[in-house]
Each structure stands twice: as C-alpha cells, then as structure tokens.
C-alpha cells in the first residue's frame, strides 16, 4: 500500500514562530487532506489540497503531486495551535494517514 | 460545527456486552468510513461503504459488525470485544468513493473503553 511519511514527528516552539510541516508519499494520490486534532480527538480539517497551493488565515499548504509531497505552513504561532497534524492521502478507498506531527507551542 | 455527528462519546463495557456505535450525516454523502485510532497512533481503515453497500472491509475480526441502514445512518455493532479493542472510533463521509477524491469530514469520535 501507499506510504505516508511525515516530519519532523515532534516539534516544540515558542509562542510567535513559524514552522512548516512535510509530508511525503509514495505514490501518486487523488486526494491529500491537512488534520489537525484536538486534544479531545477531533480531527479538523484544514486544507483538502490534491495539488496546488491555498491559504487560510495564519495556515497554508502546498502541494507539488508531481514530486509526491506536500508542506503545511503555520505562522505566528499560538498555543491553541498546539497538538497532532496529520496528512492523509487517498487513491481509491479510504485515507491512509502518516503518523504526524505533535506540535507543542509554548507562551 | 461538526456535520457528522456520532454517539456515544464514550462508551464503557464489559468482554460479554454487546454495544452500538451510531453514526448520522446529512450532506447528502454517498460514502461512509468507519477509523480505529488507539493512542499516540494515526487512524487506520476499518471499514468502507459506498451507496449503502459494504465496499471495503480491512480485515477487521467479525466481532466489530458494522451496518448501514439508509445513505445518512452508520452503525458499528459490538460483541465479544477484547481489552486491546479500546480506542477511539472515528466516523468520516464523503460525497462518493469512485476516483478517490473528495473530502472526508469526520466526527468527534466515540471513545470506547472494554473492561
């Protein structure tokens, strides 16, 4: 099957900074969803972003399908940022999902 | 607010019960996913139906029996369950599964715990 792998799988940052989250994939995809989950296990979504570029608010990701990867930028981080991002990405069933990236934001 | 509603949130019970997880969309979503996630891991695929029928089973043991009565209503029925089947079950839809595309949005989950 597909493989999703995610960096860096923890990251721990003051209050203001600027990260960026990588996600890459085996294989080519019909569908590359950005996560977030709470800590009370709700998985958000954030950008649904088979290819292409999109930005909401202080978050945006890109994805290059060709080269099979896929970024998530967050700027000016705030603690309610903290927690898991996940990618997720899709051929024919179900999401497969990295193992993702605990973000931790300190004030 | 999530549009993919599930119930319980939690559920506690013994190895001998047997139990339901509900799940309920209205967007009208001809897709329908049933997600494991135990601690510290990411989601993986239970179970998929599109239109009402069960299109992908992951080699999930018969004790999870999942079912879904009409386009909106998913249903995971539980029996015989094991201390390691505790985790969080997630629901998720999308408006079709042919071609792969599409978004899955998912519920807030039920977090079941089996004594």
């Known amino acids: 099957g597909i493989q999703v792998e995610q960096s860096p799988p923890d990251l721990i940052l003051q209050e203001g900074a600027n990260s960026t989250l990588r996600c890459n994939f085996s294989d080519s995809v019909n569908n590359l969803q950005w996560f977030h989950q709470n800590p009370w296990g709700q998985l958000i979504n954030l950008f649904y972003?088979?290819?292409g570029t999109k930005q909401n608010g202080r978050l945006s990701a890109t994805t290059v399908a060709t080269e099979r990867y896929s970024l998530l930028y967050i700027s000016s981080s705030q603690t309610t940022d903290s927690g898991v991002y996940f990618c997720a990405v899709r051929i024919d069933d179900g999401l497969t999902f990295g193992k993702g990236t605990h973000l931790i934001i300190q004030p | 607010d999530t549009e993919v509603t599930q119930t319980p949130k939690h559920l506690v019970m013994g190895m001998t019960n047997k139990k339901s997880l509900k799940c309920e969309q209205h967007m009208g979503h001809r897709a329908m996913y049933w997600y494991k996630q135990k601690a510290k891991k990411p989601p993986e695929l239970m179970f998929v139906y599109s239109y009402e029928k069960l299109s992908i089973n992951e080699s999930v043991p018969s004790r999870f029996s999942p079912e879904c009565p009409n386009s909106s209503l998913l249903n995971l029925h539980l029996h015989a369950l094991q201390p390691e089947d505790s985790a969080l079950y997630l629901c998720?839809?999308?408006?079709?599964?042919?071609?792969?595309?599409?978004?899955?949005?998912f519920g807030e989950g039920s977090r079941l715990t089996v004594l």
């Open positions: 972003i088979p290819s």
């Open positions: 998720a839809s999308s408006q079709r599964l042919a071609g792969g595309t599409g978004e899955l949005f």
